[in-house]
């Protein structure tokens, strides 16, 4: 591989991706925005892991994914809600931890305080339209993480159990397919179910946790989705269930992941020389 850690392949899609929205879907979110969410995100990662003495956190990779992640799905009137939600992003990581192992989704975590803190920040869940071309690079890109660092059962999930909601539901309506083909084909929806919800960091360590998670999330965005009307129900959803991850880890006991330089990543085999053994 050109590239040996598993992370910069993440950080090449993600601002890959960044180009083409803004080349080809017109975005609000102007370009010095995206650059004060990842200076504040490098700084703040930088600052933090040298007041708090964690030296293993102070690798930037994982805050310039946070920050591309904030760049991609939160919009701004003002690059002052940019700085805010980059800020928390990163000291969310710092602050919400069980056993050296943060819970929360960082760019989640950031995007939700900026709609809870703040007065203009907004997501805009179509703004990728239902292109297929924009599905297929998703899925080329992501599966590609997914498989090198072994958490396909995740996004398999959340994505079965939340297209078979939507189908049963579709049925008792009597709608036609067209409009069951038109809630699933969302560009967003397939970043969260590839490049959000399976972040190894923060999700359930064994592969049993993942699923019962994953399910149980794609069953509280159905809910916010259908009977709420919340247009960001994936992002809800993430935020109230990411604490879950404290409780099924606890049930089922399984090595946690950690990244590692030149990682070529991990399934559920092999895990002795890549993953760290937690029990907490």
Known sequence: MLLKDIRDYQILFLGLFLVLG???????????????????????????S?????????????ALITSLGLGLLLRADHWTTMAIAA????????????????????????????????????VSPGQWGEEWWYGL????????ILQ?????????????????LEAIRNLWLGWTWDVYWHRLMSGSLLLFALFMITDPRSIPNSRIGRVVWAIC?????????????????????????APLTILIDVFWLAP????????????????????????Y
């Open 22 to 48: 803004i080349g080809t879907r017109d975005w609000t979110l102007r370009p010095e925005f995206i650059g004060v969410a990842i200076a504040t995100s490098l700084a703040t990662q930088w600052i933090l």
């Open 50 to 62: 040298l007041v708090t003495g964690k030296e293993q956190m102070a690798n930037l990779r994982s």
């Open 87 to 122: 800020a928390i992003a990163i000291a969310s990581k710092f602050i919400f931890q069980v056993g050296d192992k943060h819970f929360f989704n960082p760019t989640n975590f950031g995007i939700i305080s900026a709609l809870i803190l703040t007065p203009d920040a907004w």
């Open 137 to 144: 690079l998703f899925a080329g890109t992501g599966g590609m």
């Open 148 to 164: 090198r660092v072994g958490r396909w059962d995740t996004t398999a999930a959340f994505l079965g159990s939340y297209s078979l």
């Open 217 to 241: 999330i794609a069953g509280l965005t159905f809910i916010l989705r259908n009977y709420f009307f919340i247009s960001t129900a994936v992002f809800w959803a993430l935020f109230a269930l």
């Open 256 to 279: 946690r992941f950690v990244w590692q330089e030149g990682d070529e990543g991990v399934g559920e085999a092999g895990v002795e020389t890549r993953l760290i053994a937690s029990h």
